[in-house]
C-alpha cells in the first residue's frame, strides 16, 4: 500500500511538471468509467484508501491510470435521467440480461423509455 502512495505521489510530481498544456486531470477506473478535474487549485488528499482530487473520490484499488488531458474526458454514453413509473418500456442490468421492475435491487440499470436509452440508479 505505501509503494502505491508513493508510486501515485511520485507519478504526480513528475506530471505536474509537463501538465503545462493540459487542463485537466483525467481519472480512469478499471472498468473504463473516466472522470476529469481542473488542474487549476486543484487539492488532491488520500485518506485511507481513497484518493480525492477536487470534487472527484476514488478508491486506490479501483484506479487504472490518470493522465493530463487538453479536454474533460467523462464517461458520459447514458445519461441519467428520472423517470415517472409508467414511461419504462424494458429495464436491463449491466449484464444486458432483460429484467422486470421487480426484479430490481440496488445497483444500476440500462432503461429504455418512450424518450430514448438512460442509466437508472436504484439505491
Known amino acids: 500500500m505505501k509503494k502505491l502512495l508513493l508510486?501515485?505521489?511520485?507519478?504526480?510530481?513528475?506530471l505536474t511538471a509537463k501538465a503545462a498544456d493540459y487542463p485537466y486531470l483525467t481519472f480512469e477506473t478499471i472498468d473504463g468509467a473516466k472522470a476529469s478535474v481542473n488542474v487549476e487549485?486543484?487539492?488532491?488528499?488520500?485518506?485511507?484508501?481513497?484518493?480525492?482530487?477536487?470534487?472527484?473520490?476514488?478508491?486506490?484499488?479501483?484506479?487504472?491510470?490518470?493522465?493530463?488531458?487538453a479536454s474533460e474526458e467523462v464517461t458520459t454514453g447514458i445519461k441519467t435521467a428520472k423517470?415517472?413509473?409508467?414511461?419504462?418500456?424494458?429495464?436491463?442490468n449491466l449484464q444486458g440480461q432483460k429484467v422486470s421492475e421487480d426484479q430490481m435491487q440496488q445497483g444500476?440499470?440500462?432503461?429504455?423509455?418512450?424518450?430514448?436509452?438512460?442509466?437508472?440508479?436504484?439505491?
Open 7 to 14: 508510486t501515485l505521489v511520485a507519478g504526480i510530481a513528475v
Open 41 to 69: 487549485s486543484l487539492n488532491i488528499t488520500i485518506s485511507g484508501t481513497t484518493l480525492t482530487a477536487g470534487t472527484e473520490s476514488f478508491q486506490l484499488s479501483n484506479l487504472a491510470k490518470m493522465y493530463f488531458s
Open 83 to 92: 423517470i415517472d413509473d409508467g414511461e419504462i418500456l424494458e429495464v436491463y
Open 108 to 123: 444500476v440499470y440500462v432503461i429504455k423509455t418512450k424518450c430514448g436509452t438512460n442509466k437508472l440508479i436504484v439505491k
